[in-house]
C-alpha cells in the first residue's frame, strides 16, 4: 500500500542549525497493517509522516501510495487518498464551521467542488448516524460550532472526518498527546475500532511505549531519521515495555530514556 | 433646534452613502472575516470601479453595463493580488499594498491621464444620484440601494453555501484542515479575493455615479472605513445575528450607522479634515478590545480546570 523508499529530509541545509530528520528512509506498509511508530524526540517520526502526507517535501527518495508515485504531488492533491488526524486538537477541524459542515467538507475529499449546495439533507441523516456511534452525544450538535467542542471532541471528529471517505493510509501523529489520559484511552479506543471496521491501512505515531505495544500489528522505532527496529506478529504480541526499553536504550546508545516515553 | 433640522436634512444622504459603503465593507468582509486576510488592495480597486464605470458611462454605454465592466475590473486587481501573495509567496498585505500602488496609475490612465472626471446625472442617466437623495420618487437612490443590497446578500449567502463558498470558508477558518481535507487553499484565497474586490469595485461605481465623478483619490482609506463598518456591525449585532445573510446586513448597517455618527460630529463642529483620524482612532480601539478581552479572559481560564 504504502512504500517509501530511501526518503532523506533535512532542515536548514549548509547552517549550523542544519539537522538530518530523515536519513534514507526505507519502509513498505502492506495493505491492512497498522503500524505504531516510536522514537525520541527528534528521531523523525513527525517529519515521515508529514513527507508522506505532503506537508513537507522530501529532498529525495521516493513515496508511492497504491502503485501511484506521490512524491512529487502537492498536499491538496494528496489528501484525496490520505486521512489525517494531528496532535494539536485545534489544526483538525474549522473551528468557526458548523459540526455537520466539517463533516460534510470531509465527505468531499478528493472530489471536484462545483455549485452545488455544500451539504445536503440526505447527508445530514448519515452524520447523525456517525456521530451517534461515537457516543458523544454529538448527533444533537449538529449545528455547534466545532470552537466550542472539548479536545477529545474534536480529535473524536476529526477521526471520523479522516476517514469518512475511506482512505487508503490513515496517518495519526500523536493524536491523543494532547489530551488527558482518560480522554486519551477513549479517543485511541475509537481509532482502533474505526481502523478494524475499514480495515485501515494505518501508521500512527506515539510518545506512549505501552499504547505503541497495545495496538496495531507492527511497531517501528526510529532513531537519527532512520528506521531502527521492525517488530511484528507474533513477536510484537509478546513485546513488554521493559524489552521495548531496553532495546530502545541499546540502539540510541545511551540510557537516557524520554520520560515521555515511559508514560504508561 | 438648528442642530435637529440640519441633521435630519443631512439624514438621508448618510444612510445612501452609508449603503454604497456597505457594499464596499461587504467585500472587506470577505477577505478580513471569512478568508482572515486583510487585503489593502480595496483603496485602489474601488477608484478602478469608480474610473471604469465614469469613462465607460461618458462614451455613451449603458450604467449598468458600465458597472459590470467596474465588477470584472474588480475581480482582475484581486486575481493580481492574490498571484502576488499565493504564487509569488508575497504576504498578503504587502500584496495588497503592491497592487494598490499599482492601481494608483493604472487609474490615473483610466482616467485619461486627470485626476478627476465629472459625471453629471444631467447629461447620463445614472442609476443612483446624490441631487435626488431627499426626493420622495423613484429617482430616489436609496430604494435601488436597499434592492441590491439585499440582492447581493442573497447571492452571498448562496454562494458561500456552496461547495465552493464552504471551501473559501474552510480556507479562511484553518488551513491545515482545508489541506488535509483535499482544499487547494491557494486557488481559494484567490478566488476570495477577486470576489472581494469586484464588490469593491461595484461599490466604486456606484460611488462614482452618487457623488457625480470619479477621483484617483476616492479610495484613499477605504479599507479603514469598511473596517469600522464591520466592526460596528459585529458589536452591534453579535449576540443577535447568527447567519450569515445577517452577518452581511449587519455589516451594512454598521456602515449607515458609521456614516450617520459622522454627520453627527460634523455637524458637532469637528474640522473635516480631523475626520481620517478619527476613524482610524475608531477603528483601532474596536480592533484592540477583543484582544484585550482575551487576556484578561485568558489569565483567568489559566486557574481553572482543563476541557476534557
Redesign the interface.
Known amino acids: 500500500m504504502l512504500e517509501v523508499k530511501g526518503v532523506r529530509k533535512t532542515f536548514f541545509p549548509g547552517t549550523v542549525n542544519e539537522k538530518v530528520a530523515l536519513a534514507g528512509v526505507d519502509l513498505t506498509l502492506k495493505d491492512g497493517d497498522f503500524v505504531t511508530v516510536i522514537g525520541g524526540n527528534g528521531a523523525g517520526k513527525s517529519t515521515l509522516l508529514n513527507v508522506v ?1 505532503g ?1 513537507m517535501s522530501a529532498d529525495s527518495g521516493s513515496i508511492v501510495l497504491d502503485g501511484q508515485d506521490v512524491t512529487r504531488l ?4 494528496r ?2 487518498y ?1 486521512g ?1 488526524v ?1 496532535q494539536d486538537p ?8 458548523l459540526i455537520e ?2 463533516l ?3 465527505a ?4 471536484h ?7 445536503t439533507r440526505e447527508e445530514r441523516a448519515e452524520y447523525r448516524e456517525m456521530l451517534r456511534q461515537l457516543e458523544l452525544g454529538l448527533e444533537d450538535r449538529m449545528t455547534t460550532r466545532t470552537g466550542l467542542l ?3 471532541q474534536r480529535q473524536a471528529l476529526t477521526l471520523l ?2 476517514t469518512l471517505r475511506r482512505p487508503k493510509l490513515l496517518l495519526l501523529d500523536e493524536h491523543t498527546a494532547a ?2 489520559p ?2 486519551a484511552a477513549k479517543v485511541l479506543e475509537l481509532s482502533d475500532k474505526i481502523v478494524a471496521e475499514h480495515k485501515l491501512t494505518t501508521m500512527m505515531v506515539t510518545h506512549n511505549m505501552k499504547d505503541a505495544i497495545a495496538h496495531g500489528n507492527r511497531l517501528i522505532m526510529m532513531s537519527n531519521g532512520r528506521v531502527v527496529l521492525d517488530i511484528s506478529g507474533e513477536e510484537k504480541k509478546h513485546l513488554t515495555v521493559s524489552q521495548l526499553l531496553e532495546m530502545f536504550n541499546k540502539i540510541s546508545g545511551s540510557d537516557e530514556a524520554n520520560d515521555k516515553m515511559l508514560l504508561a | 433646534m438648528n442642530f435637529f433640522t440640519s441633521l435630519l436634512n443631512a439624514l438621508p444622504g448618510a444612510a445612501a452613502q452609508g449603503m454604497v459603503w456597505g457594499l464596499m465593507a461587504i467585500g472587506v468582509y470577505i477577505t478580513f472575516r471569512v478568508l482572515d486576510v486583510a487585503d489593502l488592495t480595496v483603496d485602489g480597486s474601488i477608484a478602478t470601479g469608480g474610473a471604469v464605470c465614469v469613462m465607460l458611462v461618458r462614451m455613451g454605454w449603458n450604467p449598468w453595463a458600465a458597472m459590470l465592466c467596474a465588477f470584472a475590473a474588480g475581480l482582475v486587481a484581486g486575481l493580481v493580488t492574490g498571484i502576488l501573495h499565493g504564487h509569488c509567496g508575497i504576504p498578503a498585505i504587502l500584496a495588497g499594498i503592491l497592487t494598490q500602488l499599482a492601481l494608483y496609475s493604472i487609474n490615473l490612465r483610466i482616467l485619461g491621464g486627470k485626476a478627476n472626471q465629472a459625471l453629471s446625472v444631467d447629461k447620463y442617466p445614472l442609476v443612483v444620484s446624490q441631487r435626488y437623495v431627499r426626493d420622495t420618487n423613484l429617482q430616489n437612490p436609496i430604494p435601488l440601494l436597499i434592492v441590491f443590497i439585499i440582492a447581493v446578500i442573497m447571492a452571498l449567502y448562496w454562494f458561500f453555501g456552496t461547495e465552493k463558498g464552504c471551501a473559501i470558508r474552510a480556507t479562511g477558518a484553518n488551513v491545515h484542515m482545508a489541506r488535509a481535507q483535499g482544499i487547494n487553499t491557494r486557488s481559494y484565497t484567490i478566488l476570495g479575493l477577486m470576489l472581494s474586490n469586484g464588490l469593491v469595485a461595484l461599490a466604486g461605481a456606484f460611488l462614482a455615479q452618487y457623488q457625480g465623478s470619479a477621483d484617483v483619490g476616492m479610495g484613499r482609506g477605504a479599507i479603514v472605513i469598511g473596517l469600522a463598518a464591520v466592526i460596528i456591525g459585529e458589536v452591534l449585532f453579535a449576540k443577535v445575528f447568527h447567519n450569515f445573510a445577517l452577518h452581511l446586513l449587519a455589516v451594512v448597517i454598521g456602515a449607515i450607522i458609521y456614516y450617520i455618527v459622522l454627520q453627527i460630529v460634523l455637524q458637532l463642529g469637528l474640522n473635516t479634515n480631523d475626520l481620517k483620524m478619527l476613524s482610524a482612532a475608531i477603528v483601532a480601539l474596536f480592533l484592540a478590545i477583543p484582544y484585550w478581552q482575551s487576556k484578561v479572559s485568558g489569565a483567568r481560564r489559566k486557574g481553572g480546570a482543563k476541557h476534557a
Open positions: 502526507s506537508t502537492p498536499e491538496h492533491r489528501a484525496k490520505l489525517r494531528f485545534m489544526m483538525g477541524t474549522a473551528p468557526g464551521m459542515e466539517n460534510a467538507l470531509a468531499r475529499r478528493g472530489t467542488r462545483g455549485l452545488k449546495w455544500g451539504i472539548s479536545g477529545g472526518m479522516a489530551l488527558d482518560r480522554t
